[in-house]
């Protein structure tokens, strides 16, 4: 008897029975993001952004400007990083804000926690004298404003060529050291003893 009036109700009042069939639907859905099909879970919790830059900054100055074609964020991992991908250029400044030095990789690195860059890939240092230098990974520490690397390095200034495995650098590239030096190697006159 109860239950034919809880039925005859639904019959009199449309809207109960929409309500009742919309919860029981609402219910049964369950979405599991891991059976996207190409698609992994730990992929979805990434930020992803095309065409984006970043200023690095300090004491209120501009220090450098990384442009990059394709980015990933990851902040979940430990630590967070930023991964760009393609096209990816550094300008680094001095005090007036001329640019001292430009790097260019097709693959990095960012810790922003630390703002350390690893830079791997057809990298290429071009400092504002023209000296240009060419390895495959470059390690940028920005506490310590230099460049570090284990890998091959070429450096090209005027008509000389060095090589050499190895090399520690500050960020405009006026002073840097080569730890396995090989070729031609730049001595200033005056550093040469008289005879």
């Known amino acids: 008897m109860k239950l034919l009036k809880k039925i005859s109700l639904l019959r009199k009042k449309p809207q109960g029975l929409l309500l009742v069939v919309f919860l029981m639907l609402l219910a049964g859905c369950k979405n599991d993001l891991s059976k996207l099909p190409g698609t992994e879970l730990k992929d979805l919790e990434n930020d992803r952004a095309e065409n984006v830059k970043f200023i690095f900054s300090q004491d209120g100055k501009t220090k450098a400007v990384l442009y990059g074609k394709y980015f990933i964020k990851n902040d979940h991992a430990n ?3 930023v991964d760009i991908k393609k096209d990816l250029k550094v300008d680094f400044y001095d005090d007036s804000l001329n640019v001292e030095s430009t790097l260019t990789a097709n693959y990095g690195r960012l810790y922003p926690q ?4 690893i830079v791997r890939d057809s990298v290429v240092v071009i400092n504002k004298k023209g000296e240009k230098l060419e390895t495959e990974e470059l390690i940028w520490n920005q506490k310590l404003e230099r460049f570090y690397t284990d890998k091959f390095v070429r ?9 050499g495995e190895g090399l520690i650098a500050n960020k405009d590239f006026t002073w840097f050291r080569i730890t396995k030096q090989r070729g031609t190697i730049p001595v200033d006159k005056a550093d040469l003893p008289l005879d």
């Open 79 to 81: 630590p967070p990083y």
């Open 155 to 163: 450096i090209t200034m005027d008509d000389q060529i060095t090589y």
């Open 114 to 117: 630390t703002n350390n860059i």
